[in-house]
Each structure stands twice: as C-alpha cells, then as structure tokens.
C-alpha cells in the first residue's frame, strides 16, 4: 500500500475498545508510539500536551479506584462538558450509544442495564494500561485543540502497532479526583484520560462499527 491508503486503513482499523485481554502493553511499545505522536503539528509548536503513563500494576489500582469512586462523586471537570446534543449530533450521538446496547443485549427502558455499562468507563473497560493527557489552563481552547490532534495521532500509532484504545473523557469529569491522585498542578487541565491494552474480539461488545456521515453531508466546496 501507498502512504495514502495505509493512513487511510489505519483510520477505517482504528475503534474506540471497550473490552480487554489481560496481557499488558509493553512500556516500549507504547513509548514508540509516544514518540510518533510527538510530530503532530500544534499552533507555534508549543507541543502543550503532558502525559501521566500508569504503569499496568496502577491502571488497575487506578481503575478500582475510580470505580469505588464515581457513583458517589459530583461531576466536576476542568474543560466544561457540552451544553447540550441537537439536531444531527443528538441524532448521532443516540444511535451510537444504541448500537453499543444493542451489541450487549441491554434493552429500551432498561436503565439498570445501561447505567452499569456507564460505569464500565471508571474501570477504564478493563484495560490493562492507561495514559492520562493534561493542557495548560492559560493555554485555553488552543491548547485544548492541539491535544486533541495529540491523542488522535497516540490512538493511530498505538493502532498501527496492533494496540487497542478508548480515548475517555468520561475521567475527565472526576478531574479534582484524578488530581489529588497524581498530583497535577492546578495550572493544567485534565483532557481526557486513554485506555489502551489489546483487543478482546470474541466479545461482543465489539461487534459493530459506528457509521460516519459522507464528505457532502460536512464539506462545503466554494
């Protein structure tokens, strides 16, 4: 394959995981795609992203602790959730969250069901690694966006080398937990923390692929 099409079979590959094998990344594996992802562009090369790599040993503490933690916690993030989903994106965002039921038998109505799968996000879907991705406040939406384009490029470097991930922003709205835990500074933002391990297959969470809207339906040629 050309560049084109590997870039493009990379991105068609790549899924956010929600079920885990055991075994644990290898720390050079994911320091090489670390290390990729260092060459995505950002405005003025300020390059604003951190990274907390949790060693496998504590993405499982971590993991227990989160689980124990979030159902009774306030929702508290540094970069405020989205207001709102409507129109498309409601439209979007509903049956993205139905075909993940659908693949696990959970049914309309069955909010015990659902929420239980909610929660699966605090045990980071058993993933046996973990990265936490922090921006600096000052730095604003701008730093926001270049870490952003930081963890698509971990997500695909990490899928080129057969790895599976999640990113989460589901972590991010226990933000003052995760900061008292690794000890970020109050001058950084959380962004989202990502699940990474090696796919289990044969469960049939994953089963299906979201769908993406055609290149008419949001580029508008002038």
Known sequence: ?????????????????????????PQAVIAEALQ??????????????????????????????????????????????????????????????????GALGIQRGDREASARQTRENFRLFGAPNCLLITSPRDLGTYGVLDCGAYVMAVLLALQARGVASCAQAAVAGFSPFVRARYGIAEDR??????????????????????????????????
């Open 1 to 25: 394959m050309n560049q084109a099409e590997t870039f493009a079979a990379l991105l068609k590959a790549r899924f956010s995981c929600r079920k885990y094998l055991e075994a644990p990344v």
């Open 36 to 101: 990729d992802a260092q060459h995505v562009a950002s405005w003025n090369n300020v390059q604003p992203w951190q990274v907390i790599a949790l060693s496998p040993e504590e993405t499982a503490r971590f993991a227990e602790a989160l689980y124990a933690h979030a159902p009774e916690a306030e929702h508290q993030s540094d970069i405020p959730f989205p207001a709102r989903y409507a129109g498309i994106y409601k439209e979007r965002r509903s049956t993205c969250g139905w075909q993940l039921y």
């Open 189 to 222: 933002d959380l962004v989202c923390a990502i699940a990474l391990g090696y796919a289990d297959m044969d469960h049939p969470v994953h089963s299906y692929r979201t769908e993406r809207a055609a290149p008419d339906e949001v580029v508008d040629w002038r």
